[in-house]
């Protein structure tokens, strides 16, 4: 009985602890400022260290949460495994799972380096599906807790030139929407968030330079968008009325006529086109 009042007074002092991976950049870095500001103690994951501990650093200057960097290549074989490893010899419970961490591949299917798709299918599919399996019990067990796996409305519609990119964020979509509905009476929250085109590394890293009627989100917007979502126990999270148009129109255009019209709008400058 002491015990137990011991541990509930300790239990609601101790923070929420979220685990952040692509926390060194772009839309991930910003995930990890806007839980400090909610009051989350983090796990931020990503391969460069430096900055990682460069975050860690601003974040501690301005809150009083705890941040704890860890350098993880997320394509190594087991590496979710490992996540979960990491994030158990911080804290027994995580509250917020956010896998985030990704890269864009542009160019002809045929052209692209077999390791670097493997790595792609090991970062994306992997690492959110075996992370999922790993964190998710636990917190359906304590019935309080989210997963935010980000996708893309990439995700949407076949993208040639970006084939293996949007197939995998299809994957995400798909099985992210698909354990929410199991998950639902846990009172634990999945949600696939599926930003647009967003000011980021991420196009530069994917060597494209995206044509887009709009213009970007910020990564500010999209976290905010996602955060609030949470609050809501919303599954399927698009960003503003880009979202929503992209949705709409991917939905009810016939394929074909998507995929061929995605085509001539994506197809890279090749002398041979
Ligand atoms: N920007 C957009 O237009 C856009 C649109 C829709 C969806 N998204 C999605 O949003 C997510 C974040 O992208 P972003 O726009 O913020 O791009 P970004 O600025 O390039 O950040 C990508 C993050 O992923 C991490 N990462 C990549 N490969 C990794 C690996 N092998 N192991 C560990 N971490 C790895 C990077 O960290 P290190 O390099 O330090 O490892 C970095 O922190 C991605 O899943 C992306 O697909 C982006």
Known sequence: MVELFIQTVFMEHIAPFAVITGASRGIGAEYARALAVQGYDLLLVARDQTRLNQLAREIQQTSSVQVWTEPLDLA????????????????????LLVNNAGFGLYGLFTDMPLSTIQDMLQVHIHVTTESTRLFLPDMMNQRQGAIINVASVAGFFPIPYMAE???????????????????????????????????????????????????????????????????????????????LATQWITRFMPKKWLTRLTSRFVRPNYPSH
């Open 165 to 243: 990119y949007a197939a995998t964020k299809a994957f995400i979509i798909s099985f992210s929407e698909a354990v929410a509905m199991e998950a639902r009476e846990s009172e634990v929250t999945i949600q696939v968030c599926c930003p647009g085109y967003t000011k980021t590394d991420f196009h530069q890293t994917a060597g494209h330079s995206p044509r887009h009627v709009s213009p970007p989100h910020s990564p500010h917007d999209v976290v905010q968008t996602s955060l609030n979502a949470l609050k809501s126990h919303q599954t399927l999270v698009t960003i503003g009325w880009q979202g």
């Open 76 to 95: 190594r074989p087991n590496a979710a495994a490992t996540l979960y490893r990491l994030a158990q010899s911080y804290r027994p419970h995580v509250s």
